[in-house]
Every structure is written in structure tokens, then in C-alpha cells.
């Protein structure tokens, strides 16, 4: 009977304590199940948690920090049995709490970012794939062509253009050299007649040129480098058949193996010849038997050579009627053989002619002929050492 009084007595106390929340306008409670008994959440979170013990005391818990109250089970135990758990579809449903949502900024057109771009082919062979220039030779060259500029790059295409041409084929060579032939032009001047054949030879896809080497008993300049040729007999037709008669006697070489091209301005010797030049090609297969009482040694050097020479110097000279000019003088190594010859004299001014004439492009060093009018300066300069040489006649008459 005790028992159930102390029941009945924990029962208005519960009920006294929730009409006093509500006359006083305060925090509704709902029942919640907590810790297997029975108890009420408050919907205001101005409340503190209460919770009471079998003592009947009430303690403040630290959730009021948080802002959550709610008011601890008040049981006494009944017969030493729980109160039983409430079925879990009438309790009501907890509220969550959600994290606060972060503020969303617009993002403009300025501030998206820039489209990934894909790199051009140039640039990823440049740095082989990756976002590196790649090292070593290769490398070198990589920066080398990417520090170029618009102008840069106009220069490197004109080198490359030109070294191109200094490759000329066959034919483009034919087509240049046979526009300066002056044929019989200065023929009929009153000078001795004498030719020398300008051999042009392709080899490994460049020009070259064959010269000879005069034996050291000769009379007239032993041992010095110069072309095949000599004086103009009788029998010679003009001075293309001296040249081609003069390159049979002296290396072997058959007339009808020379393709003849042109004949160029002709120069004026020493001894007061007038040497003309003839142009003509021959076969790479050729090979020479030089005359030994003439010629010592035949060799083939490239063409170019003669406007881009490793070893070179300028001379002065003044020839046998007084006139002034400069006399190139090259040196060139013939590195299968390990041997030197040197080219100077009115063989080195033929072959820097003819050159010019191939290539058309502006040797290394300075030469006393107009690029842009060739053929005219050529004939200019000629005419002014003939008037020479006929002046040094009328004074020694």
C-alpha cells in the first residue's frame, strides 16, 4: 500500500510540474523516452536539462551551453521494474541540426579560369613531350631556333637558301654560267691566244673543281696550281679547242668527254697572254693520268671554296704594264690525302669568277665586281687592264 502511495505521489508531482509550465506561458514538454524510463524534451531552448535521482533532487546539466534543454526522467522505481520502452513509431521524431551553408560567390567571366591550351607541335618537339626543353646537342639547337625572332627567322631561311644554292644542282648551274658566255667577244684583240679548261665535276652532291699541279721542271711556274691549258696553235679552231687539247695532253681527259658550257671574260698573264676561260663538265668516273712532264699531281676541291675559304689572304699586285690590283691567294687542305696546295694568281681570280658566277652570292672577303651586274663589272675591270697593257706598249715603242 506504501508502495502504491509513493507511485500515485510521483505522479502528481509530474503532473503539477507540467501545469505549472503551461499557466506560466513557459516550455511545453513532449514525453521521450531516455535511458529505458520516460521523460520530456522541451521545445524552447531556453531551459536548462533537468535531471532527478532517487533522492528527488534536480541538477542542472552543461547541455543549457549548447542551447538544448530538456527535463530528466522523475521515476521512482515501481516493484524494482522499469516503466516499459514506448514503441518506436509513436515517439516523435527529432529535430536535426544542419551545418550552417557557406556563402556561394558568383564567379564572373574575369574570374574563371584560363582554358587549358593545347601546346603547338613546334613547341612539344622542342621540349621533347614535356613541359622541359630537352638538353644536350638537340637542346642547344631547340633554344637556339626558339630565341629566334621574325627577323631571325628571316635571316636563318636566307642562310639556309643560300646554302642550298651553294649546292647548286647540274642543271641550275648550266642555266647561270651559259648567261654570262661572251663566245668570241674579245677574240679578235691583238694579243697572243691562250686557253685553260675550267673542269666541273659533281661529287657527294656538290660542285667541284679539278686542277693541276705543274711539274717542277717546267720553265714557266714549276710546281704552282693552275688549270688545264696553254698556248693557242694553229690548228686550233677557237679557244675552246686549245682548252680541250691542252686537257688531253696534259691529265688524259677525252674532248668528248667535256660537256663545254661557256666561255667567261678572259684575263690577261704576266707575260701579256690572253688567257680565256672555258667552262665544261665531266663525268664523276673520270679519272686522270697526268703527263708526267707537265703535270705532278691533279686534284678536285670543292667550289665553294672559293667564296667561303678557310685559309685566305689578299695580296697587292701590279702587273707588267703598271696596273694595280689585288691578288687573291687561298690555301687548301686536302684532308684524304693530307696534302696543301695553294691557289693564287690569275687561276685563283678565275676560279673566284666562276664561283660568283654559280652561286651568286657575296664571298667572305672583299672582290672587285659589282654582285647586282656581274657580267658588266666583269668586262669593266677586263677593259681597263687591256688599256693598261696597250699604254705600256705605245711608251715602249
Known sequence: MGLVTSSLHLAEEETSALTQSRSGGGTAFSPLREGGGAGWQATTPSLPRLSAFPSGSVRVSAACARGSTRLGSCRRPVL??????????????????????????????????????????????????????????GGEKAREKAALGGADKMAAAELEAEAKGRECPKEE????????????????????????????????????????????????????????????????????????????????????????????????????????????????????????????????????????????????????????????CFTYHDHERNKSFKIWGLTAHFAVFLALVVFRTKPTFEVDYDLDNLILSAESKFMNLYASVNEKKKSNL
Open 80 to 137: 524494482g521494474r522499469s516503466r516499459p520502452a514506448q514503441p518506436s513509431h509513436q515517439r516523435p521524431p527529432q529535430a536535426t541540426k544542419w551545418p550552417p551553408v557557406p556563402e556561394v560567390t558568383p564567379i564572373c567571366r574575369s574570374a574563371r579560369p584560363a582554358p587549358i591550351r593545347r601546346r603547338s607541335r613546334r613547341a612539344r618537339a622542342l621540349t621533347g613531350g614535356s613541359g622541359r626543353r630537352s638538353v644536350g646537342k
Open 173 to 328: 648551274a648550266r642555266r647561270r654560267l651559259r648567261e654570262l658566255d661572251v663566245a668570241d667577244k674579245f677574240s679578235r684583240l691583238p694579243l697572243p691566244k691562250a686557253s685553260v679548261l675550267l673542269p666541273l665535276v659533281v661529287r657527294a652532291g656538290r660542285l667541284c673543281l679539278l686542277l693541276t699541279l705543274r711539274a717542277p721542271q717546267l720553265r714557266r711556274s714549276p710546281g704552282e696550281v693552275c688549270f688545264p691549258g696553254g698556248k693557242s696553235e694553229e690548228n686550233d679552231k677557237d679557244e675552246i679547242d686549245t682548252a680541250l687539247r691542252e686537257a688531253k695532253e696534259e691529265v688524259g681527259l677525252p674532248p668528248e668527254k667535256v660537256e663545254v658550257i661557256c666561255r667567261l671574260v678572259p684575263g690577261i698573264d704576266k707575260m701579256n697572254y690572253l688567257v680565256t676561260p672555258v667552262v665544261g663538265f665531266i663525268e664523276d668516273t673520270f679519272q686522270a693520268t697526268p703527263n708526267p712532264d707537265e703535270v705532278s699531281d691533279v686534284f678536285v676541291m670543292p667550289l665553294e671554296y672559293f667564296i667561303r675559304p678557310l685559309n685566305y689572304m689578299a695580296l697587292p699586285y701590279k702587273t707588267s704594264s703598271g696596273y694595280l690590283t689585288w691578288m687573291h
